[in-house]
């Protein structure tokens, strides 16, 4: 199974403040406007400096979301997110493996990514590979 690095999310407390100071004060640009997510209670924006490939997905969670517990400092790292060419398959694979899920896709509905937990509890995103992978040599 092959996994691709994608993009880091972080938790804001301050959507709009946490915007302001990544697009105006250090110059990335939104990747995917700012949008409700009703699975997770909160909003979710991308983002990416002009000249970078990294993303950074900032995300704010009403109070109660199983995805935002109390915030406290320290936890601001949100999770990681990895593509895999087959969400369901890779989720089976790593539970076989020991790893925690948290989310798998059928809870989500539509959304076709999952949710595990690494060794030290930070959330790790699967989602379906977007790019072909480079031929192996």
């Known amino acids: 199974m092959s996994f691709d690095f994608v993009y880091t999310a972080i938790r804001v407390r301050d959507m709009a403040a946490s915007m302001n100071f990544y697009t105006e004060i250090l110059g990335m ?3 995917e ?3 409700p997510t009703p699975f997770t ?11 970078g490939s990294q993303q950074l997905e900032l995300n704010w969670y009403e109070p109660g979301s199983r995805f935002g517990p ?9 999770h990681l997110a990895f593509e895999c060419d087959d969400v369901p398959s890779a989720v089976d694979a ?4 020991g790893v925690e899920v ?4 059928k809870e989500i509905g539509n959304w076709n990514e ?3 937990k690494d060794p030290n509890g930070i ?6 590979r977007k790019r072909p992978t480079a031929p192996s040599q």
């Open 33 to 35: 406007p700012l949008q």
């Open 70 to 78: 109390k915030y406290t400092n320290g936890e601001e790292m949100d």
């Open 29 to 31: 640009e939104v990747v």
């Open 94 to 97: 790593l539970e076989r493996q």
């Open 102 to 105: 948290l989310v798998r896709s």
């Open 114 to 116: 999952a949710f595990v």
């Open 123 to 128: 959330w790790v995103e699967l989602l379906p």
């Open 41 to 51: 209670k909160g909003q979710v924006v991308i983002l990416r400096s002009p000249d």
